[in-house]
DNA sequence: CTGCTTTTTTATCATTTGTAAAATTTTTAC
DNA sequence: GTAAAAATTTTACAAATGATAAAAAAGCAG
């Protein structure tokens, strides 16, 4: 997915904001397994995927808990550094070999404070996460795993071929031993 | 709380911008059980909490998810119709006699787009409440009822004064039997 | 205070989900 | 292609949580 799509979709830019937030980005490129930000650490640089998938997960007593999924055309950023600019609770993981197109914080920063299109822009993109994630929350709540697993089928078949399931089951809020489980008795 | 030190809790506004916010706010007072928010009706409006305390909660196959309390200082919108004008998920109740700040969503829409500094003070609001939400999900995931009950003990007793334990229940999601099990082994 | 309503607790039982370990399948590396 | 590693499934058992019903306690109106 190419950086103008990306752009628009999050709220569409007049021309020249477009290309002042275009001019901060350049293209990088990381095999499968490197990370792009690493739990304790702070980094409040910004990226969007052209092609490839991530996760991002916490570590806790033992285990991860995968709370997101990144594929072509969204943002990757490490939440809490790029708002208070403290330490992540997060590491987000290249499930793919993937193409990314790189900001600085700093540029975007900048760019906040100089433009109004982009400062409504960063304002668009907050939000429309804000909803998506506060349904998941609520959806998670009143759903079996069961149900969690056949609205992932409807909704995402593409995740459930591109990630293996150990991830799938976290992300869903179950042991994988239980995805398992319920896969087995779909059948 | 007074309606300045709310504004300028989410980012500090310049004096002049801070009075154009103002200009469009009220003040508004609603008795114990009033909705400002009912669902699948789209209301933009925004309020800020004065005085008193109210809850947001989803209904779902016959039982209500509150997912989450506001109180003084706290902002309350429809996320999903504040963000996309659409019909919002959930129902906001008033749990106590509330005096509110009252905004047009209308006039804020406006301001978004005439001033830099209101933009920008939307765009941090978004953000900051997105990484609430980011970790109540997965915190929710990694740890057990009784550590879930706990930490809200330490992090807010307030709280578990001023609402009833059903909807406490609801908000750490177990049941109100499960919760009541828990608070009997802390004894 | 008294009776009524709402909230919270207690008890019992059923179900779901987790843990651990082994078996199987798939993927990766040489 | 084969061996090693990683991922997935299966099994058995244990623990946590949910559902339901009923009792107890607390709150409220007259």
Same mark, same amino acid.
């Given at each position: 997915?190419?950086?103008?799509?990306?752009?628009?979709?999050?709220?569409?830019?007049? =021309?020249?904001?477009? +290309?002042?937030?275009?001019?901060?980005?350049? +293209?990088?490129?990381?095999?499968?397994?490197?990370?792009?930000?690493?739990?304790?650490?702070?980094?409040?640089?910004?990226?969007?995927?052209?092609?490839?998938?991530?996760?991002?997960?916490? =570590?806790?007593?033992?285990?991860?808990?995968?709370?997101?999924?990144?594929?072509?055309?969204?943002?990757?950023?490490?939440?809490?550094?790029?708002?208070?600019?403290?330490?992540?609770?997060?590491?987000?993981?290249?499930? =793919?070999?993937?193409?990314?197109?790189?900001?600085?914080?700093?540029?975007?920063?900048?760019?906040?404070?100089?433009?109004?299109?982009?400062?409504?822009?960063?304002?668009?993109?907050?939000?429309?996460?804000?909803?998506?994630?506060?349904?998941?929350?609520?959806?998670?709540?009143?759903?079996?795993?069961?149900?969690?697993?056949?609205?992932?089928?409807?909704?995402?078949?593409?995740?459930?071929?591109?990630?293996?399931?150990?991830?799938?089951?976290?992300?869903?809020?179950?042991?994988?031993?239980?995805?398992?489980?319920?896969?087995? +008795?779909?059948?």
């Amino acid at each position: 997915m190419d950086i103008d799509a990306i752009i628009d979709n999050v709220y569409l830019l007049p =021309e020249k904001s477009r +290309e002042r937030l275009k001019a901060g980005i350049s +293209e990088v490129t990381y095999a499968r397994g490197h990370f792009l930000f690493k739990v304790n650490k702070i980094s409040s640089d910004i990226y969007f995927i052209k092609k490839g998938i991530v996760r991002a997960y916490a =570590e806790t007593a033992g285990n991860e808990v995968t709370f997101w999924f990144g594929k072509e055309g969204d943002t990757v950023i490490s939440m809490k550094s790029y708002v208070h600019d403290q330490k992540g609770y997060e590491n987000i993981e290249l499930l =793919e070999p993937c193409e990314l197109y790189q900001m600085k914080a700093e540029s975007l920063r900048r760019l906040f404070n100089e433009d109004i299109h982009i400062a409504n822009w960063g304002r668009k993109f907050a939000e429309q996460e804000l909803v998506k994630v506060e349904e998941r929350l609520i959806f998670r709540q009143c759903r079996t795993a069961t149900e969690r697993y056949k609205e992932l089928m409807a909704t995402d078949p593409e995740l459930l071929q591109r990630v293996q399931l150990g991830h799938i089951a976290s992300y869903l809020g179950m042991t994988q031993v239980s995805l398992s489980r319920i896969r087995a +008795e779909l059948k």
